[in-house]
């Protein structure tokens, strides 16, 4: 059974860093990433990684956040700099396997100017 789990959300003052985590477990996934929600707008790409090592960025955060994962390719991490109140949102993790993707249940990002 799949199973994706973020973790690391907050309140952050803008300016300031943080790190959040997945965990995704019960099969072999080729693309992992990032996306993000406001309410009432689609869910849109931050950033995502594959197992051949490419990476791909939103324009909005190119430059300020990193994706990256473990050797293992369990855990994904996203390590989020010089965070702007516009980055408030609900971040969604993404882990994709040869068949389908799987969604994880969201973690709550706060930037406060």
């Known amino acids: 059974q799949v199973q994706v789990v973020e973790s690391g959300g907050g309140l952050v003052q803008a300016g300031g860093s943080l790190r959040l985590s997945c965990t995704a477990s019960?099969?072999?996934?080729?693309?992992m990433g990032w996306y993000r929600q406001t309410p009432g707008v689609q869910r849109e790409l931050v950033a995502t990684?594959?197992?051949?090592?490419?990476?791909n960025y939103a324009d909005s955060v190119q430059g300020r956040f990193t994706i990256s994962t473990d050797n293992a390719w369990k855990t994904l991490y996203l390590h989020m700099d010089n965070l702007k109140p516009e980055d408030t949102a609900v971040y969604y993790c993404y882990a994709r396997t040869a068949l389908r993707g799987y969604w994880g249940q969201g973690t709550q990002v706060t930037v406060a100017s």
């Open positions: 990684v594959s197992r051949g090592g490419g990476t």
């Open positions: 019960g099969s072999i996934f080729v693309i």
